[in-house]
């Protein structure tokens, strides 16, 4: 027994030694995850590293003296030239017409004629309407008869008169006679001159049975037709005139802008106006500025203004809204580039200027009025010096540009390298 005890002891002693195989593999999984983890913090460094090489090789590439080491781009340029730039106000200004006239009937009486047309231009003294002129016809020579009997009265009279005062010298007659019929030459004197009245009256009624146009203008919408009777007094009455030639727009300025107006009108300018439609792009009417209102909006802070449009070709309508352009006066001989080559920065506005060999330079600049697609330079730019029209967008201070004119065909463009080589 003792014998069968070693040998199971002598074959044994590697079982004993061995560990459990639940401790293997929590060994193996600890370091899988500390693998992990560590590949994970490598990836992360990686990725930052990347990134910073990215963000500072980007810096390099916009400052610095590795920018002119950047792609050449093809950019556009424009000179600045020398040109005279037109100083504008502009405002939204509503068409009112000089007069309105509401023409009404003086008399009543059954419309027998419409002369007008709707839309029709009229002009002062053309019939409009024609009410009937028989009533008013007889009422005047009822006033006729009557102012001739009366005078043939007077008449007799007179006569009356005449006879009693030779008798009175004659002491024929006596004096309370004499100034009775004196009395009664006046009351006829009186009669006569009450029908004469009613004559005129009458003559009057007559020639308003013919309603004719009190001003020039256009004619609006019929409110009446024949065979209605009309008075005086309808709302609408028996047609509307309004005067469009000339006509004027009403528009508001800004209060700023008054001392500049008043400082031009003072000095005797005659400050032009220019009518445009609502998108600004068609011109209406061109006029003269004509005066500002007396006060200022303080609700607003906005002053009425004026200009008169001779409006020949009839372009301007009442109550038409259009934008007043009113030129306030000339910059002459001004430095100009396109607006596309103006550009703001956290410095200021600026552009970019070519230099000879191709290098495009920030310049700060200070505009001026702008007319159209260009824009007046005050100061930092000189008449002549090219500035990049397009392609800025992908510029840096000193980078090389490459200009239209610089581009040529590939076969072109290896035909000049292998000049260059065999020079």
């Known amino acids: 027994m003792n014998d069968i005890s070693r040998t199971t002891d002598f074959r044994m002693p590697h079982l004993a030694l061995r560990e459990p195989w639940w401790r293997h593999t929590g060994q193996r999984l600890r370091h899988s995850r500390l693998a992990a983890l560590t590949l994970a913090l490598?990836?992360?460094?990686?990725?930052?590293?990347?990134?910073?090489?990215?963000?500072?090789?980007?810096?390099?590439?916009?400052?610095?003296?590795?920018?002119?080491?950047?792609?050449?781009?093809?950019?556009?340029?424009?000179?600045?030239?020398?040109?005279?730039?037109?100083?504008?106000?502009?405002?939204?200004?509503?068409?009112?017409?000089?007069?309105?006239?509401?023409?009404?009937?003086?008399?009543?009486?059954?419309?027998?004629?419409?002369?007008?047309?709707?839309?029709?231009?009229?002009?002062?003294?053309?019939?409009?309407?024609?009410?009937?002129?028989?009533?008013?016809?007889i009422a005047l020579e009822q006033a006729h008869g009557s102012l001739g009997r009366d005078e043939a009265n007077l008449a007799n009279q007179r006569v009356i008169v005449q006879r009693d005062r030779v008798l009175l010298r004659q002491d024929s007659i006596a004096q309370q006679q004499v100034d009775t019929d004196e009395a009664t030459l006046k009351q006829l004197l009186a009669v006569v001159a009450a029908d004469s009245a009613a004559v005129d009256s009458a003559r009057l009624n007559l020639s308003w049975s013919r309603v004719t146009a009190p001003i020039t203008g256009r004619v609006g919408l019929r409110p009446v037709d024949a065979g209605n009777y009309v008075t005086s007094g309808l709302p609408n009455g028996v047609a509307t005139i309004t005067q469009v030639m000339p006509i004027d727009v009403e528009f508001a300025l800004p209060s700023q802008d008054v001392p500049r107006v008043e400082k031009r009108l003072a000095a005797g300018a005659v400050l032009q106006a220019t009518a445009l439609d609502q998108t600004r792009s068609i011109q209406l009417a061109t006029g003269t500025f004509l005066t500002l209102d007396n006060q200022i909006d303080t609700q607003t802070g906005t002053i009425h203004g004026k200009a008169r449009f001779a409006n020949e070709n009839g372009t301007l309508f009442p109550q038409q809204f259009v934008n007043v352009r009113l030129l306030l006066d000339t910059l002459p001989g001004a430095t100009v580039v396109p607006s596309a080559a103006v550009r703001e920065g956290p410095q200021g506005t600026y552009v970019y200027v070519v230099s000879p060999d191709h290098v495009a330079h920030v310049r700060l600049v200070k505009t001026g009025p702008s007319v159209g697609d260009k824009v007046s330079i005050a100061s930092g730019l000189m008449i002549g010096e090219e500035v990049v029209t397009e392609g800025g967008d992908r510029l840096v201070d000193g980078a090389k540009v490459r200009l239209p004119s610089d581009v040529r065909e590939p076969g072109q463009s290896q035909g000049r390298k292998s000049a260059r080589r065999n020079a």
Do not use: M
């Open 42 to 137: 490598l990836a992360l460094g990686a990725l930052a590293g990347l990134s910073w090489f990215l963000s500072h090789r980007n810096a390099a590439n916009q400052s610095g003296p590795n920018a002119r080491f950047r792609a050449v781009a093809t950019v556009g340029v424009a000179a600045a030239a020398r040109a005279d730039v037109p100083i504008y106000l502009d405002a939204l200004g509503t068409v009112t017409p000089l007069a309105t006239a509401v023409v009404q009937a003086q008399v009543s009486g059954v419309l027998t004629r419409v002369y007008y047309r709707e839309g029709q231009t009229v002009k002062k003294g053309d019939p409009l309407v024609q009410i009937d002129p028989r009533p008013f016809q």
